[in-house]
């Protein structure tokens, strides 16, 4: 129990496969990340005890964090809630409560006695002559919220503020400042099973849409194509990010690489600033060896050569560039993402708007990876495009040792950040 004011806010966001950490403090009027951790749940134990697997990954994550005097913000799994965008004519709280909860009757699929609901004024409008409200409605099932506060206390700590992680996408693109009156943005977090799509007008969440897509399609089809271990195949997809940043100069930048170059030219490089960006590919954990990932079934054609050959007809690391092109692997698990993201798209600009998509801002394990952005950039006729960078923004930064995994894997925390910021609002 916090006897005085807390002065930090920690954000954890509990992925598939790893656990990501990020302290948050005020220092001037301005935000200030403090510490960083990441922790990779442990495959074999997911097998056997998800929760406790989960728990344990969140503790040791946390093991360097004082949080005696801080505010804990976790997030249920977009894919496990529902959020709507309801409007109402304006009226006093009173009554707009009560017409949220008319409103959730009819347009949430589970009873309300099943789930938590929880809501907030986005925005005020005109509309005719009428004054309009903007509510976002949130409704858990609360299962769903157990489930994730059974981790907490499996881990010996306790949420304050419970949040969902595809909203925290937004909360994240605040704090760092991303986001600009005027402009519809579209934040894509591609995670280890699930991507989320959330898009934002003037600074205003507008839509959010969760899909099941994630970054273990791109591992499964490279391992199955050059018939290699899912670690091979994970060094591969990063040896392509690698491979992209080294032979890129001047002329062959990406529209995400020239974006805020004169922002980029004005503020000081952070260390490594200078290497070549990595996909964070350690959330996806050993993907074969977890019920999450039935790899095994998929690649059983390749395990038919006999044990005493198969060594000789490997392919070896890089070999699968040479035989088939990278692009070339991934073009169906890309195009499954595309097809998603590009609904989603269509419906937002087509049906609820009528307003095309400035700019699409790419967050999660895979975003630094140049095909999915070239594929995305091709597909949807959006011009910017960039890869959420929150060393590189409003946010101030402590002492770099304290910082390390965010330096090398910064779209990775997007979430955590978002998290940790909406904790940093009740500070």
């Not at 806010?9 to 951790?37: E, Y």
């Not at 070339?328 to 095309?356: D, G, K, N, T």
Request: proline share 4%; glycine share 8%.
């Amino acid at each position: 129990m916090l006897f005085s004011k807390p002065k930090k806010a920690v954000g954890v966001d509990i992925g598939s496969h790893s656990v990501k950490v990020v302290q948050l403090s005020r220092s001037g009027g301005r935000l200030r990340i403090d510490q960083v951790a990441h922790a990779v749940v442990d495959r074999n134990k997911m097998n056997v005890d998800p929760l406790q697997a989960q728990a344990d990954a969140v503790r040791e994550a946390l093991r360097i964090f004082p949080l005696n005097q801080a505010l804990i913000v976790g997030a249920l799994p977009g894919q496990t809630v529902v959020i709507r965008y309801p409007r109402f004519s304006d009226r006093d709280r009173d009554e707009l409560a009560g017409a949220v909860e008319n409103e959730a009757g009819q347009s949430i699929p589970y009873d309300l006695a099943e789930v938590l609901l929880d809501w907030t004024v986005l925005d005020t409008f005109t509309e005719g002559e009428r004054q309009m409200i903007k509510v976002l409605l949130v409704a858990a099932k609360h299962e769903v919220i157990d489930a994730r506060v059974q981790i907490a206390e499996a881990a010996d700590i306790a949420f304050t503020i419970l949040g969902v992680d595809s909203l925290a996408l937004a909360d994240g693109a605040e704090g760092c400042d991303f986001l600009r009156v005027g402009e519809t943005v579209a934040m894509v977090n591609l995670g280890a099973v699930s991507t989320s799509i959330h898009f934002v007008k003037d600074g205003v969440s507008n839509f959010i849409r969760d899909v099941s897509w994630g970054a273990r399609e791109l591992i499964q089809a490279i391992a199955k194509a050059n018939r290699c271990e899912v670690n091979e195949a994970q060094q591969i997809l990063m040896r392509s990010t690698h491979s992209a940043s080294e032979g890129q100069g001047e002329e062959g930048k990406t529209p995400a690489a020239s974006l805020n170059e004169e922002t980029s030219k004005e503020s000081p490089k952070k260390p490594g600033q200078d290497q070549a960006p990595s996909s964070d590919l350690s959330e996806l954990g050993e993907l074969g060896d977890s019920l999450l990932d039935p790899l095994e079934e998929e690649l059983a054609g390749a395990a038919e050569p006999a044990a005493s050959s198969a060594k000789s007809q490997k392919t070896p690391l890089g070999g699968l560039e040479q035989k088939r092109g990278l692009e070339e692997i991934l073009a169906a698990p890309l195009a499954r993402l595309v097809a998603e993201v590009r609904r989603s798209f269509e419906f937002y600009e087509h049906e609820l708007y009528e307003q095309p998509v400035d700019r699409l801002i790419l967050s999660g394990g895979v975003a630094h990876v140049p095909v999915v952005r070239n594929a995305l950039a091709e597909e949807l006729g959006v011009a910017h495009i960039e890869v959420a960078d929150p060393t590189n923004s409003a946010l101030l930064l402590g002492e770099a040792r304290a910082l390390a995994p965010i330096m090398e894997q910064p779209a990775q925390f997007m979430v955590a950040v978002g998290l940790a910021a909406r904790g940093a609002a009740e500070l």
